[in-house]
C-alpha cells in the first residue's frame, strides 16, 4: 500500500443513506459524483447500494445489483479502482464480474459465500467490525475494552479470511467507526488506532460525517467537514492507510500537509 495514505472516495447509490441518501440514486447521477471524486484525486471509489447508517433496513440482492452494477461498470470501464460496498455474495460476485477490485464487506465475511467467492476470485478484502446490526447496532452498545474488542474480533476473522483460502496481503480491516460505537468508543478507538493496526495489515477508517462528529461539535450532517478532517488527520497519524470519505479534495489537502508534517517528525 506504501506509505502514501489512500483516499476513498463515497459513491452512495441509495435512497436513504445518512449523509447524501437519494442524492446519486440514478446510475447516471452516481457515474457523475464517481468520476468527480476520481478528478478530485481519490484512488478508489467505493459505490454502495444499500444503507448501513442505524436503523437501515435491508436491501434485496436483486434491487441491490439494480442500483450499483451499471456505476460499478462504468467507473471501472474508465480505469477506476472501483470497491463494491456490500455484504452480499451475490452482489459482490455481480460487481466483480464488470470490473470491481475490492469487496467492502461490513460483515466480515458473515455471508457463506463471500469467503469463498473472494477466495476465487482474488480481490482486495476490507474485513469491519459491527456490533449487532444497521437495525441494532445503536441500541446501547457495550464493550469490555472497546479497542481489544474490536482488535480481537478483526484477528479472528483476518483468520478465518485466510483460512478461507484469501491471501492475507489482499485484507484490509476497518473498526467500523459508527457502527455499534458510542462517541466515546469511537474517540477510543481512534486515539488507540495502533493497537487495530499492530494487527499487521492496512487500515481503512470511515469517520467521514458520522454522527459522533455532530454530538460534539453541533453540526448537522451536511455541515462536519472540519470535524471529519480532524478526525481523518489524526487517523492517519494513529496509523491508518485507506480514509473513506466523502469530501475528497479537502481530505487530500488536509492528509498531503500531515504526512508532510509527520514525515519531518519522524
Known sequence: ??????????VN?????FSDGGEFLSADAAVAHGRELLAAGADIVDVGGESTRP???EVPAEEEMKRVIPVVEALAAGGATVSIDTSKAAVA?????????????????????????????????????MKGTPRTMQDEPVYDDVV???????AERLGFAVDAGIAADRVWVDPGIGF???????????????????????VVVGASRKTFIGRITGREVDDRLGGSIASNVLSLARGADVLRVHDVAETIEAVRVAERILGVAA
Open 55 to 57: 436503523g437501515a433496513a
Open 13 to 17: 447509490v441509495t435512497p436513504d443513506s
Open 148 to 154: 481489544t474488542d474490536v482488535r480481537d474480533f478483526l
Open 93 to 129: 460476485e455481480a460487481a466483480l464480474d464488470v470490473g470491481a477490485a475490492i469487496v467492502n464487506d461490513v460483515t466480515a465475511l458473515a455471508d457463506p459465500a463471500m469467503a469463498p467467492l473472494c477466495a476465487e476470485r482474488g480481490p482486495g478484502v476490507i474485513l469491519m467490525h
Open 180 to 202: 455499534g460505537k458510542t462517541v466515546d468508543h469511537n474517540l477510543e478507538l481512534i486515539a488507540r488506532l495502533g493497537e487495530i493496526a499492530a494487527l499487521g495489515r492496512p
Open 1 to 10: 500500500m506504501g506509505a502514501v495514505t489512500q483516499v476513498m472516495g463515497i
